[in-house]
C-alpha cells in the first residue's frame, strides 16, 4: 500500500465540498458531504473502487473527489473485489482508514470470503482494529434487474465483528457515513438507490459535524396502534401507506427506522411495541432468512405479552429481481402490501 500515501488535498484544485448554505440537498450529496469532510478531517481515510477517479463512481458519489485530493488518496481499482477488499485490510493493518466502494453492492459476493472470514475475525485475532467501510449501492425499484437490484444484508447479519448500516435519509446519509468511516471496526454501508437523488428526501443539512451514532433506530412516526420495523427505501414506502391507513382507517401508525442492522437497536424495538401492541416488520430482502424473522423471534423473547396479534412480515418474494417493471413491481413491496397486512393486524 505504499501508493496510498495521506494527503490534504489543500493545494489541489476541484470541485468545492459542500453545496450552498441553506440549500436542500439529495441523500447522494448528503453521502459525498460526509465521505468529503471525512477525508479532510482526517488524511488517513483514503478510497478505494473502480471508476470512482476521472468517472466519480457509477452514481457519482465521488464526482470531483480525486481532482481534490489526489489519485493516492482517491485509488482506481480492477475488477477485482477479492483483492482490492484484502488490499484495504492489509491498509487497516498500517493505521489508515479505507473507504471502499462496491460499484454495485450485489457484487460484494466476490469478496464475501475476505470480509468474513478474515476481515471481520481480523480484531478477535489480536490484529488490531479493522477501520474498514464497505460501501455500495443496493436495491431495485430501478429496473436493474437480478444483477443490480439485490439487498444482500442477511447474508452479512450472523457473522460476529462485522456493522451493518443502512440509511433512508439525507440527513442519515451524511450522519451514518461520517460515524462509520470514525468506527474502528469494518462497517457494511448500504445506499439505496431509489433513494440518492430523489426530490423528495432534499434536506437542508447543518454545518456542523452531526454524527449519527451506530445502533440507535430512529422514529420516523410516532403512532399508537401499530409498529412497523423497517429500514431503508421501506421507510418511505411504509409512510405511503401510514398515510393511507390514517386517512382511510384512522389508524395511528409508528415506523421505526432501524438505520443499523448490527448492532440492532432491540430496545428501541421493544419499547415501540410495548406501546402499540402490533409488530409488523417490513423489508425489500427476500422472506426466507431474512432479518423479519430475527426481529419477530426477538420480540418474541423479549415483549411476548405485549403482543395483541402475532408479528406478520412483508418482503419480497423468493426470487430474482426480474428486469420486466410490472414483474419487478409484483415480487418487491409496495404501499398496497403493507396496507394489507396492517389492516388484519388492526383487526385481529
Known amino acids: 500500500m505504499t501508493a496510498v500515501m495521506p494527503s490534504s488535498g489543500a493545494d489541489t484544485p476541484g470541485q ?13 450529496e448528503a453521502l459525498r458531504e ?3 469532510e471525512e477525508m479532510e478531517r482526517d488524511p488517513d481515510v483514503f478510497l478505494m473502487g473502480e471508476d470512482i477517479g476521472a468517472y466519480g463512481g457509477a452514481f457519482k458519489v465521488t464526482e470531483g473527489m480525486q481532482a481534490h485530493f489526489g489519485p493516492s488518496r482517491v485509488v482506481e481499482t480492477p475488477i477485482a473485489e477479492t483483492g ?8 487497516c493493518h498500517m493505521g489508515m482508514r479505507p473507504v471502499i466502494e462496491m460499484q454495485f453492492i450485489d457484487f460484494i459476493a466476490c469478496a464475501y470470503d475476505m470480509i468474513t472470514n478474515y476481515v471481520a475475525n481480523s480484531r478477535y485475532r489480536g490484529s488490531g482494529p479493522q477501520p474498514m ?34 440509511p433512508s435519509t439525507a440527513r442519515d446519509a451524511k450522519g451514518l457515513i461520517k460515524a462509520s468511516i470514525r468506527d474502528d471496526d ?13 426530490p423528495q428526501l432534499r ?12 445502533g440507535k433506530a430512529r422514529t420516523h412516526r410516532e403512532g399508537r396502534d401499530l409498529t412497523i420495523v423497517t429500514w431503508g427505501a421501506m421507510v ?13 382507517d384512522g389508524l395511528s401508525v409508528e415506523i421505526l427506522d432501524l438505520r443499523t442492522l448490527l448492532p440492532l437497536d432491540e430496545e428501541a424495538i421493544v419499547r415501540s411495541v410495548k406501546r402499540t401492541n402490533r409488530l409488523l416488520v417490513v423489508h425489500e430482502d427476500t422472506r426466507t432468512g431474512g432479518l423479519a424473522g430475527e426481529i419477530a423471534m426477538r420480540v418474541n423473547e423479549k415483549a411476548w405479552e405485549w403482543l395483541d396479534a402475532p408479528v406478520l ?19 418487491l413491496p409496495q404501499p398496497e402490501d403493507v396496507v394489507k397486512a396492517a389492516r388484519y393486524l388492526a383487526a385481529y
Request: proline share 10%; with cysteine.
Open 16 to 28: 468545492p465540498r459542500l453545496t450552498e448554505q441553506g440549500k436542500p440537498v439529495t441523500f447522494l
Open 34 to 36: 460526509g465521505i468529503w
Open 84 to 91: 482490492f477488499t484484502g488490499a484495504a485490510a492489509g491498509a
Open 133 to 166: 467501510v464497505i460501501r455500495g449501492p443496493c436495491g431495485g425499484y430501478v429496473r436493474g434487474g437480478p444483477f443490480h437490484s439485490q439487498n444482500p444484508e442477511a447474508a452479512f447479519f450472523h457473522t460476529p465483528g462485522l456493522k451493518l448500516v443502512y
Open 186 to 198: 469494518p462497517v457494511i454501508f448500504f445506499e439505496h438507490k431509489w433513494l440518492y437523488r430523489r
Open 203 to 214: 434536506e437542508v443539512l447543518s454545518l456542523d459535524d452531526d454524527v449519527v451514532p451506530l
Open 236 to 248: 418511505h414506502k411504509s409512510e405511503e401507506a401510514a398515510q393511507v391507513l390514517e386517512k382511510e
Open 313 to 331: 412480515r412483508v418482503t419480497a418474494a423468493d426470487a430474482p429481481i426480474p428486469y420486466s417493471p410490472p414483474l419487478e413491481d409484483y415480487l
